[in-house]
């Protein structure tokens, strides 16, 4: 399939480029996608919770009333998790959420991904561009022309630039990755993808394999 692509200025440069149908014309498969959000959502957390549990405690070991003739139930401790004070029952541990992917899927979710943003005409192939020092106000101007001032965009590079990266690190709705960095979180959590032509190449050379 063909996209237009447009220039800086929002505008069509007249030209078209192919788009892979393996990747931007497939159907989407909703629990690919599902899954590997689940696991990149999963892979940021930190896992450092923790409450302590009765042998953790500080207090007397003293037992605290005799252990009959009190119409109570017997108690033996303070740490007891029953009372105000007392030890967690079995409370949250430090651990790891991380899960095991196939990375075969994981290349699906991606796919699904852009097909969804597609789909949905919220991807935007741009023409390559550079600034010559880092500027943000440059960058938003751009933003405007697309008319994504006002929306979370994700804008995929061929390769690492300094100074657009530098440029769009102010601004919160606005993230610039490579297309080595991109994953389907990123891809769907942003209202516009905007793909510039020297990512396409990178993009279907990963996706593809």
């Not at 959502?41 to 252990?67: D, F, P, W």
């Not at 741009?126 to 965009?153: H, M, Q, R, V």
């Amino acid at each position: 399939m063909e996209a237009k692509v447009l220039d800086i200025h929002g505008k069509e440069t007249g030209r078209t480029i192919q788009l892979s149908d393996s990747i931007f014309g497939i159907e989407p498969n909703k629990h690919a996608i599902y899954l590997d959000v689940k696991h990149y959502l999963a892979n940021q957390r930190q896992g450092t919770h923790k409450a302590k549990e009765r042998a953790e405690v500080a207090g007397s070991t003293r037992k605290i009333k005799k252990q009959k003739g009190t119409g109570t139930a017997r108690a033996g401790s303070r740490k007891n998790p029953l009372f105000k004070g007392g030890g967690t029952v079995f409370g949250p541990r430090p651990r790891s959420y991380s899960f095991k992917l196939n990375k075969n899927l994981k290349r699906l979710a991606r796919k699904s991904a852009f097909a969804t943003k597609l789909q949905e005409s919220n991807l935007i192939v741009l023409e390559d561009f550079n600034f010559e020092a880092p500027n943000t106000k440059n960058f938003i101007n751009i933003l405007k022309a697309l008319g994504l001032d006002n929306k979370k965009s994700l804008f995929i590079l061929g390769d690492y630039n300094n100074n657009v990266y530098l440029s769009s690190r102010n601004l919160k709705a606005s993230s610039v990755v490579t297309n080595s960095e991109i994953s389907t979180y990123s891809i769907l959590n942003a209202g516009k993808v905007v793909l510039l032509e020297g990512a396409l190449e990178g993009i279907e050379e990963t996706l593809s394999k």
